[in-house]
Structures are given as C-alpha cells and as structure tokens.
C-alpha cells in the first residue's frame, strides 16, 4: 500500500473541532493520543459489539475515550484508568464538549495494574490499552480475565513508530510489544487481527 492511500484510509473518518481540541491538548501535556485511523476503528469495534461496559487503560486527555463513547450504546459506561490526574481532568473537558455527561464516564486515577485487579471477571466488552508499553502483557492477562466471551482487546502503538517490524530494533518498548503480538496469535483463546492504521491497532476477541 502506498503513502497516499495510507494517508486516504488514516483521514477516511475525519476528526471533528472537539476532537481536534483534545488532540491539542493531550500533544501540549505529554500524551499523545490515538491517531484518527485508530480512533474511528475503536468506535466501530464498540458498535459492532453492541459495548456497554468498557475499559480503558491510558486515559489521556480523551480522544480515544471520545471515540469509544460514540461508538458504544446510548446507555454505556466507560470506565478509564491513569495515574496522572491533570490528564484526567483536560480528559473530563473533552467529554463534557463532545455531549457526554458524568454518568457515562468513571474516570479512575492510579496504576492500571493497581486498579484492574478490582475490576469484575467477564463484566466488560471492550478493553482498550494505551499505557506503559513494557506493561502490554499483563494488560492482556488482565484484559482476558475482565471480558466477556466475544469481546475485544485492543491496543494502540502495535506497529510502534515502524520499530516492530524491524528486527534491529531492540529497545524495552519495541521487544515487549513485539512480545505482544506473540502472546496474542500464540493464544487459543483469541482471534487477533492487525489493523495498520495510525501508528497499529492490535485486536483479538474473546472466543472462550
């Protein structure tokens, strides 16, 4: 695939002034979210399930929150981690500017692996992860626990800048997303696909 039709399928779901905003402000504080590409597949992945329950691991300042909630039922919840509270904060912003009011939204602030363990066993449709990079494993042991049969997994930065495909990389980050995408085809229990958007969306449902 060329560059040009790359660039068509990242910008075939264009962002909108809220989303734009939020991206801005999560590239001012640190956190860069989610690419266009990757955030219109989330918000079609949460349709095609139907989600009502989902959790996010890496709240920045909620474009990828934004893009889950549009796609997800009139009467969902997410619930979304992360150990910066100003993210959350500029995070809150953005729903409330995308229409979306408090009672959709359970913001949690802490360690994703501090905060997952009390989450209930098959209570959700839909994990999306987008955190600490060398945490990508256990977010997936965590994430199988806390699904349904038939939910999804996701996450972000699977292609990680170009790195993952290249065998010479071997940074910390790029070995254990790598590690990931092993983890995941390796297990029965999943049926993954990559999806080459944005910087790589890693998906696998739930089949047991």
């Avoid at 009390?118 to 199988?144: H, M, N, P, T």
Wanted: aromatic share 6%; with cysteine; proline share 5%.
């Amino acid at each position: 695939m060329n560059t040009a039709s790359l660039a068509h399928a990242e910008d075939f779901v264009p962002e909108d002034e809220v989303l734009r905003a939020a991206r801005q402000r999560g590239t001012e504080v640190g956190a860069p979210p989610i690419l266009p590409g990757g955030g219109a597949a989330l918000s079609f992945l949460a349709t095609a399930i139907n989600a009502r329950a989902v959790v996010e691991i890496g709240t920045g300042c909620g474009v990828s929150g934004l893009w889950l909630l549009r796609g997800m039922r009139p009467d969902g919840t997410l619930t979304s981690v992360d150990a910066e509270p100003e993210h959350q904060r500029l995070a809150r912003q953005t729903f409330a500017e995308g229409g979306f009011s408090g009672s959709r939204i359970r913001l949690i602030v802490g360690r994703a692996l501090d905060v997952l363990p009390r989450l209930a066993d098959g209570g959700y449709d839909l994990v999306f992860c987008d955190a600490a990079k060398q945490e990508y494993g256990d977010y997936l042991a965590e994430a199988i626990r806390l699904l349904r049969v038939g939910g999804i997994v996701a996450f972000d930065n699977a292609l990680w800048h170009d790195r993952v495909a290249d065998p010479t990389q071997r940074d910390p980050d790029t070995i254990a997303i790598r590690e990931l995408g092993k983890l995941v085809r390796s297990d029965e229990r999943l049926r993954p696909l990559m999806f080459p958007l944005g910087d790589g969306l890693l998906a696998a449902i739930k089949l047991s």
